[in-house]
Structure formats: structure tokens, C-alpha cells
């Protein structure tokens, strides 16, 4: 036989949001007016984007370094800001993924370091740099 609840019993409530999406774009294009369109600076225009597609999104100034080589063997590196949302359709991966290619090409970047879940991509530039 089981006890009977208690007026007081707190129950919780969880709604499950789907795979973690993480992303990180250079802290110091975010704001720089050379990458603003529409009058949006790059924060601001990644803020409306996750805003209306997933309604909710965390963003951390990190003092993360991303490290990388070029092909000539050139190491470059910046500080980054990390942005994260949740979502459970592959669709709207493909979503971020094309909206992050199109960031990539505003902030003169030649790719984007994304892990969804236990995988990681390159989000790389929808035009070329040549």
C-alpha cells in the first residue's frame, strides 16, 4: 500500500527540448560595426534568429581560445563566445546550419566549430574567399 501525498509534495515537471547544439563565433566580430547588416550587429542578428526559431538560447562570453591551422600551416587563433540551443528536429539543424554558413561569410570567417549531441562539425563559408 502506498502513502498518500502530502498537500505539501512538490512534483516537477520536465519537458525535454532535444540534442544540445553549441557553437562559437570570434567575441570580437560579434559587435564590430564593419559586420553589421540591416543595422543589426552579428549578436544581434544571431539573438533574432535563435530567438524565432527555437524561442530560447544561452550565450556565454568564454575565455575559450580557438586554435587552428591553415593549410600553410599557419596557427590562428581567437576568443570566443559560446552559444548554445536545444531542438529535436534535424530540419532545424539544417536551419542553423545554412544561417551559420551565411555568419560565416558576413564575419569573414572561413568556418564555424559547431558539436551537436556527441558530433562535431565545420560549418564552412557558402561563398569562396578566392
Do not use: N
Given at each position: 500500500m502506498s502513502k498518500p501525498e502530502s498537500k505539501n509534495e512538490?512534483?516537477?515537471s520536465v519537458h525535454e527540448l532535444g540534442k544540445v547544439t553549441v557553437f562559437y563565433v570570434p567575441a570580437h566580430k560579434l559587435d564590430h560595426p564593419k559586420h553589421a547588416r540591416d543595422s543589426l550587429t552579428a549578436r544581434q542578428d544571431i539573438h533574432e534568429f535563435l530567438m524565432s526559431r527555437y524561442n530560447a538560447y544561452t550565450?556565454?562570453?568564454t575565455?575559450?581560445?580557438g586554435y587552428w591551422a591553415a593549410p600553410d600551416g599557419e596557427v590562428f587563433h581567437?576568443?570566443?563566445e559560446r552559444f548554445e540551443v536545444s531542438f529535436g528536429s534535424?530540419?532545424?539543424f539544417d536551419r542553423l546550419i545554412n544561417f551559420l554558413a551565411q555568419l560565416c561569410d558576413r564575419l569573414d570567417e572561413q568556418a564555424i566549430y559547431v558539436t551537436r549531441?556527441?558530433?562535431s562539425?565545420?560549418?564552412q563559408?557558402?561563398?569562396s574567399a578566392e
Open positions: 512538490f512534483r516537477a550565450q556565454t562570453p575565455p575559450v581560445r581567437d576568443v570566443m534535424e530540419s532545424e549531441g556527441e558530433r562539425f565545420l560549418v563559408r557558402t561563398s
